[in-house]
């Protein structure tokens, strides 16, 4: 499980410096709270309109840029980059973005700290789709590799890990699905973002504080 948490950590990393590449006329700390809002707009609903506020972008690359965080997500650390694999990924990445759309967040006002650094509370509700997930994905991998000292499978060694392989991620992918039609929310939290205004006109938020918050929301953090 720890394995698994760590891919996750450096994918939803990679996610982030994908959002965080945001910057934007600033003013006042209600345009703080907007780039939070869009910010996480952009990573768990893949929502465009409020991102252009803030970044040169077209919508198709705001689009690339949501698409290709989602593609690294499931490859990295759910279906592996294998090209035989396509419409599998295909399948995870249209789940994983049902539960990121799932997500349940509320950004409240900005509040000014200094003289360039605002703080945005945001109040969420964590999902237990991934802590309910992993126990079962361990069971899966343990039935599996119980199945294959027994002979279930046949072929040469690199047959046999394949067959593995495609039993393994054709059975996690329904059991994702499952953990997630019975997903529940978990009681409500509170994260403060720290948005800080650099120059005249540009806005950031520190990486860690959306990773922290995604590990959060995703209840990654009890694993």
């Known amino acids: 499980m720890k394995g698994y948490k760590r891919r996750c950590l ?25 780039y939070v809002q869009a910010d996480l707009d952009l990573i768990f609903q893949g ?18 840029m949501y698409e290709n965080g989602i593609t690294a997500f499931v490859e990295n650390y759910l279906t592996g980059t294998d090209d035989s694999q396509q419409t599998l990924t295909e399948s995870y990445a ?46 899966e991998t343990d039935r599996i590799e119980q199945a294959a000292k027994n002979g279930k499978y046949e072929g040469t060694d690199e047959e ?16 994702l699905k499952e953990s997630y039609i019975e997903m529940d929310y978990l009681e409500k939290e509170t ?16 990486e860690d504080e959306i990773t922290t918050f995604i590990v959060r929301i995703l209840a990654l953090d009890k694993l």
């Open 10 to 34: 450096a994918v939803i990393m990679l996610i982030c410096v994908l959002a965080s590449g945001m910057t934007g006329c600033s003013q006042n700390a209600e345009d703080a709270s907007a």
């Open 47 to 64: 929502e465009k309109e409020g991102a252009k506020q803030f970044i040169e972008a077209s919508d198709k690359e705001l689009e690339e």
């Open 94 to 139: 249209y789940l994983v973005k049902e539960i990121f759309r799932a997500m349940r967040y509320q950004v409240g006002e900005g509040k000014k700290k200094n003289g360039s650094i605002f703080e945005v509370e945001v109040q969420y509700e964590p999902v237990d789709v991934f802590t309910t997930f992993i126990p079962k994905l361990q069971q």
């Open 160 to 175: 046999i890990q394949q067959a593995m392989m495609s039993e393994y991620l054709i059975n996690s992918y329904e059991l």
């Open 191 to 206: 994260y403060t973002f720290t948005v800080t205004k650099e120059g005249r006109d540009s806005l950031s938020m520190d």
